[in-house]
Structure formats: C-alpha cells, structure tokens
C-alpha cells in the first residue's frame, strides 16, 4: 500500500529542510515519548519533530486507513450513499485525509487537530494533493475535553482512541458518532489494547443506534476469545528516510491496524464471512478462518470447488468470502 507520488513529493520537499541524522533523532524521542506516556500536551514540541512524526507514521498511517476504508466501502457497494464531505478528527498531518482522497470524491475537508505543528505541517503537505486537500480547514481542537466543530459524511478517527483512558475513549467516540452524517470510521493498533478499544466502541455505538459495515458480518458480541484479538495487515514500502526513521533495514514494514466502520443506516446482510488469518495453503486445499453471522469458524476449499478454490487462494486476512 504505496502512497500517492505527490504525497511523497511532499515529503521530500519539506525534509530537506532538515538534515536525515536530526530526523532520524527527532523520531526516535517522539517514539520513546508516546511510549513512556507521559503529558500527553508535550508530544510535539517543535517543527522539526513535527516533520519527523510525518516521515515515520504517515506511510502506515495512510496504508492502514486506506485498506480499513477500502474494505469498508466495497461492503457499502450497492446501498451506500456517495460521502462529499471528510471530517478527519485527530488528524495529525492530515495522513487519513489523503487516503481518504484516494478513494472518495471529496468535495470539502476538515481536519481537527490539537498540536499547532501538526496542523501547520499538515496545511502545508496538503498543498501538493487535490483542490479538496489544499481547500482543507483545519481547526484546533482538544477532543478530549472540547466539543468537535464539525461535522462530515464520512467521520475518520486513525490512532487516536488509544491515546486516552477508557472513559475518555467512550465519551470521545459518542462525539465521533454525533459529528458523522452517514458514516464513521475508527482505526486503532493492531495489537490487544486496540482492539479491545474497538471493541468497547463497537458495544457503545450499537447501543446508539449505529450500523456495522466492516469488518464484522454481524451486530452480535465479538466471538473473539479473550486470549486472541482481531486485527488486520497491510504492507507498506519504506522509502531510504523512512528507514532511516524507524531503524530498519527491511524496505517494507508490516502495519498491523484493528477497524470498525459504523453506519447510520443497515445494510443488506451479505453470506459470507470476513478472513480472520491468513489462508492455510496445502497441496489441493486451502483453509481460512472465518468470522461470520454464526460465529467464528473454519472452512476448506478444495480444487473440486473450482473458482471458488482459485479465489480464496488469492485471498488475504481481511478480505470478505461469500
């Protein structure tokens, strides 16, 4: 899951500004800061910190999304209304909003964004996308504690629940869900505690009204047992900086995202489940794991099965099978 060449250009364009060996520093203290978890009002401190969070996060940022609504859309294929207007909340620089742009034809963004470096890096990366992105409004705003001035078609919120305590998350997605005209969309880390911050959203927004649309195939509890978690990946290509960044050498990484897009309206019910592992290929067979209407299951397909067989052969953890 590349991103766009105008989007890179972006970043090249404002790293040269700055030299690789302060980048690559710059991101390595933003790393131990979130990870240390302490005053969440000094995560970014300065400009140059602000490029560094860009090269690190946007290329993972920007591929999680990007699968997440790219799944999420090909579920609304046939009853889904067109969404003209993106409200990208905790947008950091803007990574969601340009995936966004790459899939649905947005008419007006805005973007909400706490950290004054953020946004100004964000404004001006979004100078190089599309008359929507360089028309984005981005306003200020701490979610946590401040009403969202806004309101979109399509609500997006990527790597932001995870940044506050349970009660905040709750009262920050019924926010979320209150500013979304058609649609909502939460990506979190594909690991345990972003998924069962999915999961305690999920629960919430049903009880509000809301509609699942992806990943689940249906409105009932998780059947996830509580020793495993729900989570997908998309791979994503490194460029040199971006390695540099992360301090890596493999010119891929791996970025493991939990979802959940939400609804004002039901859907049709499609048979079928959602890929929960990747498939198990053996001479003649394939075998996947399925979360469906009944449950979580598994199911073999054999050469005998024909198309069906060749498909699932191609499929990957996070793809719908009918």
Sequence with gaps: MDMPENLREALVTLTEEVSSSRLVEEARRISF??????DPQQFIQSRSEALAYAVARMPATYG?????????LTALEGWGEEMASLLDVGAGTGAATWAADGLVALQKVVCVERETMMRQIGTTIMAFGSEALQNAMWIECDIASQPIPSRG?????SYVLNELNVQSQAEVSEKL???AEK???IVEPGTPEGYRTIERVRT????RGAHIVAPCPHENPCPMLEQDWCHFSCRIPRSQLHRLSKGGEAPYEDEKYAYVALARERGPLNEGGRILRHPQIAKGIVRIQLCTEEGITWKTFSKRDGEAYKRVRKAKCGDWVE
């Design 64 to 72: 999680a999304v990007s699968s997440a609504l790219a799944y999420t």
């Design 183 to 185: 649609l909502l969309l």
């Design 33 to 38: 800061r979130y990870r240390d978890r302490g």
């Design 177 to 179: 869900w209150d500013c």
């Design 153 to 157: 078609d399509l609500v997006i919120a």
């Design 204 to 207: 919430i927004l049903l009880q």
